[in-house]
């Protein structure tokens, strides 16, 4: 998505060799726009999959889900990483590693929000390694209901996340693929 | 705001005697639907009122930012209340205790993302004791910004914080205000 690219490019900041921080405009200041524009293009790279409900992660996730949600008309779930004094027990989970922050969380869906005969499109800002997209995916065969697609808005290829997606037949759609961070440079696929 | 009131009531539950959980459309799963509602009404009440962006607080406020942004045509900025790997110390912050959760939060925004010129409308889930919205207040006068207007969805009338906002020359809008709770009835004013 060449508008996305543009912007990755013009306001991303590197730290590290790995990390790309795009608080501007995706993770911290929201560019509603350009979030508009991403959902539009989740609907087209989807718009023949039938979808009941997209699912992501707080708190990065929450901003592009809900505005993709409106292409699609469909609620969104949040799965909760942060404790929640009334989320309630009755919960699916699974263990997230996140490298950035080196954390082990648990994330978790109360059981009342994901229903078997839901059709499931994750959306998520980043795949780097695929721990939470595998998190959320695992979330998904909890409830019994069917994981239709994948789309993240930026993934950075060269951590081969998407070669660790435990389900491999599942359509992944990401908006911008980093194949590699050289001397500085962002270098897309 | 009827519809709103309607949903609170029908799917709303009460834990003990002051929390009342929306986590069916609002804080767990969220009915993008009732959310355009929801952003219309706060453009409504907000029309003669010049924004040049919504600030809210993570996690549960980013939604209704989000989608409210969009009648506002502005983005939107979210306060970082977990620790964030890569905010960076440049940031403005404020003490935020939370009742529900026992516990002191920091919340913090990168300098970059709020100007002295900005013209700000705080956006939150849930009004009750004031310490969030008092906390985003701080925040903004930090930036030397001007806090234009405060839109809450729903306001806890019965835990007094509208009275303990520190600025009480802004407009302050709720969609819903519960009076009490009374005998497991949700009484709004």
């Known amino acids: 998505m060449q508008i996305l690219k543009e912007k990755i490019i013009r306001y991303g900041e590197l730290i590290a060799d790995s990390i790309i921080k795009v608080d501007s405009f995706l993770n911290h200041q929201l560019d509603i726009d350009l979030f508009n524009e991403m959902g539009r293009e989740f609907k087209k790279r989807f718009q023949d999959t039938t979808i009941t409900k997209i699912l992501t992660l707080e708190s990065s996730g929450i901003a592009v889900a809900c505005i993709t949600a409106q292409y699609f008309q469909v609620p969104v779930v949040f799965a909760k990483k942060h ?39 994750i959306i998520d800002d980043f795949l780097a390694t695929g721990q939470a997209i595998n998190g959320l995916l695992e979330i998904v065969s909890q409830a019994g209901a069917e994981a239709m697609g994948i789309g993240v808005v930026i993934e950075k290829g060269f951590q081969k996340g998407r070669e660790k997606i435990n389900n491999q037949q599942i359509q992944l759609e990401s908006l911008a693929i980093i194949e590699e961070i050289h001397d500085g440079k962002i270098i897309f696929q």
């Open 83 to 121: 404790e929640a004094a009334n989320l309630g027990a009755d919960t699916y989970h699974a263990a997230v590693y996140s490298f950035t922050k080196d954390k082990l969380y648990q994330i978790r869906v109360a059981k009342d929000y994901l229903l078997p005969q839901d059709k499931i499109l």
